[in-house]
């Protein structure tokens, strides 16, 4: 019996694209897809173990995206960010489900969840931008985070709707996921803040919130619904302990080396193992107006707010806030599985995707950089 490759394919897939991030200082998830495709378009395709990773890897980084959320700044800053927020999330929704619907014969499913695949703005982007730059910790920063944490949140709770199908089973995923939400930060707060699991090589507090993100996804599956939102508020109860102390820092530290080490890379290889490049070659139109739709509504959406807010930075804050990638792959993918979506649609997607991720970023840090820190207004 020949020994199984992919694995090894895999391994070197996941190195290549952190030293590639490194070289070249472009989120490791963009190479993590590209190489997919690349990857994808030598016959190389997904094995069934790597597709469950690949939906696990999804449910983490919701989660991981929910825990970067700082509380106070979102309390401090709700009435603004909300206002933005909303703008940047039903402007491409809106945008992204017209333009399939009726310029490009799209189905009803299929031009929703486009528009809310293009409703995203990517959290580990503008963290990441804001990071590099030395804005996180600024009030302009502060905000623009915010903004994006809101968004996402929309976007969450689209994607939790749209592919809710109630059931039996689907009472008793909201009523469990509720009941564990509503005492999650009590009872975790002992369990991750307890000096007798601290650097342990056990890990339990790890092991116990991949527990629970593994019972959402079972709790989901058999209700016919998403694990999205709920893992993303059970990160955002999470983030408050996560900032308590340096102990249960380093759990957090912990839990992202192994999450993008190993189990987050799957999701997003496995998502460019599925794009045809031939596809993507077949429909520039497409492809260039879907692209168009998102960039052209964020810009209307948030512009002009974003200029009342960051006077003279207010083409590098919308360009930040026009960029997609998780949530969005994370909407395509469920909609491949769900039958809403061909191949042909899925690739071009992703694609758009992928350009929003990078072009808004590099023309952001290229052409508009702001100059220096501004008081909020």
């Known amino acids: 019996m020949e020994p199984d490759k992919i694995p090894v394919i895999a391994g070197l897939l996941i190195f290549a694209a952190s030293v590639l991030s490194l070289r ?110 030395g804005r996180s910790g600024t009030a302009s920063g502060k905000l623009l985070m915010a903004c994006t944490f809101l968004t996402n949140t929309l976007t969450a709770l689209a994607l939790s709707l749209v592919f809710l199908k109630p059931n039996l089973h689907t009472l008793l995923f909201l009523a469990v996921s509720g009941l564990f939400l509503a005492f999650a930060g009590r009872f975790s707060m002992g369990l991750i803040r307890n000096p007798a699991f601290a650097g342990k090589v056990a890990e339990p507090e790890i092991k116990y919130i991949f527990f629970v993100l593994l019972a959402f996804i079972y709790l989901a599956d058999l209700g016919s619904s998403q694990a999205i939102l709920p893992a993303f508020i059970f990160g955002l109860l999470m983030s408050r302990h996560f900032k308590a102390g340096r102990s249960t820092a380093g759990v957090k530290t912990r839990l992202r080396t192994v999450a993008y080490a190993f189990i987050t890379p799957f999701f997003f290889i496995v998502a460019g193992l599925k794009v045809s490049l031939a596809a993507l070659w077949a429909a520039p139109l497409l492809f260039a107006g879907l692209f168009a739709a998102k960039q052209l509504s964020k810009f209307a959406g948030v512009h002009f707010l974003l200029k009342k807010y960051f006077p003279s930075a207010g083409m590098y804050a919308t360009l930040l806030m026009s960029t997609g990638l998780t949530f969005g792959l994370m909407a395509v993918l469920a909609g491949v599985r769900a039958g809403y979506l061909d191949d042909a649609q899925y690739s071009v997607l992703t694609g758009v995707l992928i350009a929003s991720a990078v072009l808004p970023t590099f023309a952001a840090q290229r052409w508009f950089p702001p100059a220096e820190e501004e008081d909020l207004r």
């Open 24 to 133: 070249l200082g472009l989120s490791v998830a963009i190479f993590e897809i590209l190489l997919g495709v690349g990857a994808g378009q030598l016959g190389l395709r997904a094995e069934e173990w790597m597709v469950y990773i690949a939906g696990f890897g999804g449910i983490v980084l919701t989660f991981l995206a929910g825990a970067e959320v700082d509380v106070k700044l979102l309390r401090d800053n709700f009435r603004n960010a909300a206002i933005v927020s909303f703008a940047s999330f039903a402007a491409p929704l809106a945008a992204g489900f017209l333009f399939c619907r009726y310029l490009a014969g799209w189905s009803l499913p299929a031009s929703l969840i486009t528009g809310i695949a293009l409703s995203e703005t990517s959290l580990a982007v503008v963290y990441s931008v804001l990071a590099e730059t």
